[in-house]
């Protein structure tokens, strides 16, 4: 089963405006971290914000913000202000509570570009 | 900068051939791992090294072999590919536990001719 899902295969965003990019994830554990992570086309995966299960607030990191709503079980990525440099590839993961060396999880990512 | 280095950034190989990639970290990270990503996919992880030894083999073909020799470094051997495993090899270092980042790379272009 699918574990974390991301349904935009694409999003476009004008610079200076902000965009959602969605995620959902599945998981019977308690105890799990929720991650996003920026691919630019030069292939490095570049991590951008960090949520816990258990965080009360949701997470912000600069102009990142993450809308986790544990309920719904989703961890949406809002980018404010977009800039061109924001155009990369967007991944989703999740990383269980399986031990010392828990595997990352990754969902099928979104292609942001941001336009003029 | 990246805080984990990867080498070579591209390669290319026959499928008769014989190579490594290799890995460093220098953040006392006790996980290292890799994970293969194909173009227009996300990174599929194959293995997990926990303090030095291999916790995590996500079944991966034999003529995939890795190595950890200590805790800095990462290897992953290469022998009698096939070209469907061309693709781009990422490694990464974590603290381990599940609240912890994963730090990747910058990966390896690995071409099979």
């Known amino acids: 089963a699918q574990k974390i899902t991301q349904t935009q295969p694409g999003m476009f965003v004008q610079e200076k405006e902000a965009v959602t990019l969605d995620c959902t994830y599945d998981?019977?554990?308690?105890?799990?971290?929720l991650f996003w992570y920026k691919q630019p086309s030069s292939g490095e995966m570049i991590f951008l914000i960090y949520q816990g299960s258990y965080d009360q607030q949701n997470a912000t990191e600069g102009r990142y913000s993450l809308n986790f709503q544990k309920a719904r079980k989703s961890a949406n990525l809002v980018i404010s202000a977009s800039q061109l440099g924001d155009s990369a590839m967007y991944f989703c993961a999740m990383r269980e509570n399986t031990g010392t060396a828990s595997k990352l999880t990754f969902g099928t990512g979104t292609r942001l570009q941001v336009t003029l | 900068d990246t805080e984990v280095t990867q080498t070579p950034k591209h390669l290319v190989m026959g499928m008769t051939n014989k190579k490594s990639l290799k890995c460093e970290q220098h953040m006392g990270h006790r996980a290292m791992y890799w994970y293969k990503q194909k173009a227009k996919k996300p990174p599929e992880l194959m293995f997990v090294?926990?303090?030095?030894?291999?916790?995590i083999n996500e079944s991966v073909p034999s003529r995939f072999s890795p190595e950890c020799p200590n805790s800095s470094l990462l290897n992953l051997h290469l022998h009698a590919l096939q070209p469907e495993d061309s693709a781009l090899y990422l490694c990464?270092?974590?603290?381990?536990?599940?609240?912890?980042?994963?730090?990747f790379g910058n990966g390896t272009r690995l071409t099979v001719t």
């Open positions: 090294y926990s303090y030095e030894k291999l916790s």
């Open positions: 990464a270092s974590s603290q381990g536990q599940f609240n912890s980042p994963l730090h």
């Open positions: 998981t019977s554990d308690p105890s799990y971290g």
